[in-house]
């Protein structure tokens, strides 16, 4: 199995407005080696019950990735999706591949060609 690239929109604090409120700057981490695949019909429904979102992949978090994936957009193909619910997180000495984590991903926003609102 071979992951791919995408992009994770990780957001930092770069000031404050007049009341205090933090203004925030999105800046896209390439992340190397996710592998993306197709959520089982147990997931979408699950998904639906519990968030109600439907997700649309699952994507396979690399071992000793340090990012935040909660509630985080995340850019495949070139395409904007938002993550839904937490990570899933197996024993990483127990898991045989190079994968550790899971998260589900909605479909989220435009194409990253086109305008964000």
Do not use: C
Request: hydrophobic share 35%; aromatic share 8%.
């Amino acid at each position: 199995m071979k992951g791919m690239t995408v992009w994770l929109a990780v957001k930092r604090v770069v000031g404050r407005d007049p009341f205090g409120a933090p203004i925030e700057a999105e800046e896209l981490v390439e992340v190397d080696d996710v592998l993306v695949g197709q959520p089982s019909s147990d997931d979408i429904v699950s998904a639906i019950q519990m968030y109600g979102k439907k997700i649309v992949y699952v994507l396979g978090i690399p071992k000793g990735d340090t990012h935040n994936w909660t509630d985080t957009d995340v850019i495949i193909w070139g395409e904007r999706f938002r993550t839904v619910g937490y990570p899933e997180t197996g024993i990483q000495d127990n898991i045989p591949l190079r994968w550790g984590q899971n998260i589900k991903v909605e479909r989220y926003g435009q194409s990253e060609g086109g305008s964000q609102s």
